[in-house]
């Protein structure tokens, strides 16, 4: 079983960066499909990012062209690199993987969740 803990969430201005990570422990599985979501309040949780087989990735609209995914498999470690943030941005931000290879965009889709990181954009 795999662990995934978040980290790197904070208040921050609108048009300034943050960078997530996203730690894996236990049981890894390097070849599988992870993401990030995000949940803002009274909101249901929707797809962010995500980065699957052969590091293929995909965006939500929204934040394409701003935000970044990668992952460092050799540390079990993924990272959502954000940029020019928007007051919209802000939410609890969640780390997940899915037992498959190939990436998908549906929060029913994904196994294995961290705890999320409260990321705040203010004005």
């Known amino acids: 079983q795999v662990q995934l803990v978040e980290s790197g969430g904070g208040l921050v201005q609108a048009g300034g960066s943050l960078r997530l990570s996203c730690a894996a422990s236990?049981?890894?599985?390097?070849?599988?499909?992870m993401g990030w979501f995000r949940q803002a309040p009274g909101k249901e949780r929707e797809f962010v990012a995500g980065?699957?087989?052969?590091?293929?990735?995909d965006y939500a609209d929204s934040v394409k062209g701003r935000f970044t995914i990668y992952r460092e498999n050799a540390k079990d470690t993924m990272h959502l690199q954000m940029n020019n943030l928007k007051l919209e941005d802000t939410a609890v931000y969640y780390c997940a993987l899915r037992f498959s290879r190939y990436v998908r965009t549906w929060q029913n889709e994904y196994d294995t969740w961290g705890q999320g990181t409260q990321v705040t954009v203010s004005s």
């Open positions: 236990g049981r890894t599985f390097s070849s599988y499909a």
């Open positions: 980065i699957g087989w052969s590091d293929y990735t």
